[in-house]
């Protein structure tokens, strides 16, 4: 594989977050600009919180931006800099992925949740008729319920410190998805009768976290997902695994949505994808 060039026409895309260490994407993307000799850079942007309206406004008024990828703890907030969104992005109210359209303006998108679901398919899970216990229900957390029920899971039982998020992600999910309830929960240790248990909360990123719940030993037909990306064992995985459940953390999520990122950039279309990935 050459080396890669950077130079006076090569275009930017980022991924903004805060923080942004744990992130994969910048490799994975640089990777695939390598491999099809398209000049382009991904960089790692560090915007906070506090701010981030304008950080990123200056970011996205530079004229060889062409995307950006948007991670935790923006994915909500960066609605609010498009001009359009997509149909998931509306139905969400959150973005990962944001483009540069031909007049200058900016659409967002949201893969979060078929991103897992796909690369979870790929490594054995199951997801059609389960039942599941999801702590977090921010911008992924709502990404992911909606997709675990397009997926067929029976049933989503939502916790979150933020309880009034809990009850309006479940109600958006319950009009969407009325055969397969989503309920919200203030005991996000109970786990009985669950199939699968997915974490989209931060807790675990940290090095002194420990588990997001006081969870006693899991039953070993438990799934378990953790989609934070680092540490790559989380508390979380690390009590799953001594009990002999399936578990994985966050790379299947972003590994799943990578071609679709590709393709939203406009970089390849999917039949190309495809055929690359056989």
């Known amino acids: 594989m050459k080396p890669m060039v950077i130079n006076g026409s090569t275009r930017l895309y980022g991924i903004a977050g805060d923080p942004v260490a744990q992130v994969k994407t910048p ?107 999801q702590l977090g229900a921010g911008g992924s957390g709502a990404a992911v319920a909606f997709a675990l029920l397009a997926a067929g899971a029976a049933s989503v039982t939502l916790c979150d410190p933020d309880d009034n998020a809990a009850q309006a992600l ?9 055969q397969h309830p989503a309920r919200v929960s203030d005991v996000p240790a109970e786990l009985v009768g669950i199939d699968l248990l997915i974490n989209c909360s931060p807790i675990g990123m940290k090095p002194d976290d420990g588990l997001p719940a006081p969870f006693a030993d899991f039953n070993p037909s438990l799934q378990v997902v953790d989609i934070i990306m680092h540490p790559a064992e989380t508390p979380l995985l690390a009590h799953a695994r001594r009990a002999g459940c399936h578990a994985v953390n966050g790379k299947p999520m972003i590994e799943g949505q990578l071609a679709e990122f590709i393709h939203f950039f406009g970089l390849a279309d999917k039949e190309s994808l495809c055929a690359r990935s056989r």
């Not at 981030?52 to 950006?68: C, I, K, P, T, Y």
């Not at 479940?170 to 009325?178: H, M, T």
């Open 170 to 178: 479940a109600q958006r999910i319950n009009a969407s998805y009325p």
């Open 27 to 133: 490799e994975l993307l640089n990777s695939f600009f390598q491999q099809t000799g398209i000049n382009a850079v991904c960089v790692p942007l560090q915007v906070a919180t506090s701010g981030f309206e304008a950080s990123l406004r200056g970011v996205m008024q530079l004229s060889n931006l062409d995307g950006l990828v948007i991670t935790v703890p923006h994915k909500v907030r960066a609605c609010a800099l498009t001009e359009s969104l997509s149909a998931e992005a509306l139905r969400v109210g959150a973005v990962n992925v944001l483009r540069r359209c031909e007049d200058g303006g900016w659409h967002g998108d949201m893969f979060d949740g078929t991103g897992l679901t796909v690369g979870l398919l790929r490594l054995g899970f199951v997801l059609k008729g389960q039942h599941v216990k």
